[in-house]
């Protein structure tokens, strides 16, 4: 998880919302494509296009219901009037064993929108994840356990990429391990993010430091 910088929305959307009148307000089951879609791109834009949660990449506009969903921060079940607040959206992969469809309606105690979530978080080598015992640690563990992000198919991925990069850095002099590691949480040209690059940096420090 890595903090997301919010940026306004596309103004398609604000138009959209203030299309309303007296006999029509718009509601999220309004919100059709192609405008939905301009939604979702806009998110996965200031994401990065990895997911608000795990880190994976998720993918274009195109089969975007396959890869992932918009996801309410605040559940609309708990504050229906955040349903349409751009502020409150994120792209989450969609998958039922970890993030948006695991967590269901539950509120989070560590979210992406908090400037210090991926600080809470401590990774391993073999791609696990918990909390950092210094900071928030029940709210950490709590956020870990609701999104499933410490499931076997993450673990997998987050270890594949921490094993990727320290096979790229050991041919480096280890001076310059800082400096690689600090660009993997740059975007790229594209605007993209690297996947699980929370993880790999974290390890990589972790091992700069010992």
């Not at 718009?26 to 979702?40: A, E, H, I, Q």
């Not at 695991?102 to 210090?116: A, C, G, T, W, Y």
């Not at 673990?155 to 990069?165: D, G, I, K, P, Y």
């Not at 940096?201 to 091992?207: A, D, E, G, Q």
Request: proline letters at 7%.
């Amino acid at each position: 998880m890595r903090p997301i910088a919010k940026r306004p929305p596309p103004q398609e959307f604000v138009t959209w919302l203030a299309s309303g009148n007296e006999n029509w307000q718009p509601s999220y089951g309004d919100l059709r494509r192609p405008l939905k879609d301009t939604v979702r791109h806009a998110l996965l834009t200031e994401q990065g296009r990895v997911c608000c949660y795990c880190e994976q990449r998720i993918g274009p506009v195109v089969d975007s219901d396959v890869e992932h969903h918009i996801e309410h921060l605040v559940p609309q079940s708990v504050d229906p009037e955040r349903a349409l607040d751009y502020g409150n959206l994120l792209a989450s992969c969609t998958n039922r064993a970890h993030c948006g469809d695991k967590r269901s309606n539950i509120e989070l105690p560590v979210h992406p929108l908090q400037m210090d979530c991926s600080e809470v978080l401590e990774f391993g080598s073999d791609g696990s994840v918990g909390a950092r015992a210094a900071m928030r640690p029940a709210a950490a563990e709590r956020a870990v356990s609701v999104l499933g992000l410490d499931c076997e198919p993450l673990r997998e991925r987050r270890r594949l990429a921490v094993a990727a990069f320290l096979r790229v850095v050991d041919l480096v002099p280890v001076g310059d391990w800082c400096r690689m590691a600090g660009a993997l949480v740059e975007a790229d040209e594209d605007g993209n993010f690297v996947p699980h690059a929370t993880a790999v940096v974290r390890v990589v420090n972790r091992l700069i430091e010992a």
